[in-house]
């Protein structure tokens, strides 16, 4: 059984920075496609950053694109999310997922969809103030 736990939320300030990290345990995470989404209050979840599991590749939503960096280290077993120029529209709650199946893995890509993963994490808050 996979397990991914969150690290990193926080509170703060318009136009600062939060680096997000994910510990996965108990899988092949070198294996897997690793992705970052958020739900805010009220709000659907939504894609913000996916990392093939090689990193050869990245995608990232277009509201967050030029702001954050989705990165992995396999030997650590983490991937992690650097956010810079923080805006409060990016309050939400920040989840790790994990694809384990093997299309992502033959092709070296990642889904932008959030049915595509199967492992979660409990997810980790972070609140923007304006």
């Known amino acids: 059984q996979v397990q991914l736990v969150e690290s990193g939320g926080g509170l703060v300030q318009a136009g600062g920075s939060l680096r997000l990290s994910c510990a996965a345990s108990g899988g092949t995470f070198e294996r897997y496609a690793m992705a970052w989404f958020r739900q805010a209050p009220g709000k659907e979840r939504e894609f913000v950053a996916a990392i093939a599991w090689n990193g050869g590749r990245t995608y990232y939503a277009d509201s967050v694109k030029g702001r954050f960096t989705i990165s992995r280290d396999n030997a650590k077993n983490s991937v992690y999310l650097q956010m810079n120029s923080l805006k409060p529209e990016d309050t939400a709650v920040y989840y790790c997922?994990?694809?384990?199946?093997?299309?992502?893995?033959?092709?070296?890509?990642?889904?932008?969809?959030?049915?595509?993963?199967?492992?979660w994490g409990q997810g980790t808050q972070v609140t923007v103030s304006s």
């Open positions: 997922a994990a694809d384990s199946g093997l299309t992502r893995y033959s092709s070296a890509t990642a889904s932008t969809v959030w049915r595509a993963y199967n492992y």
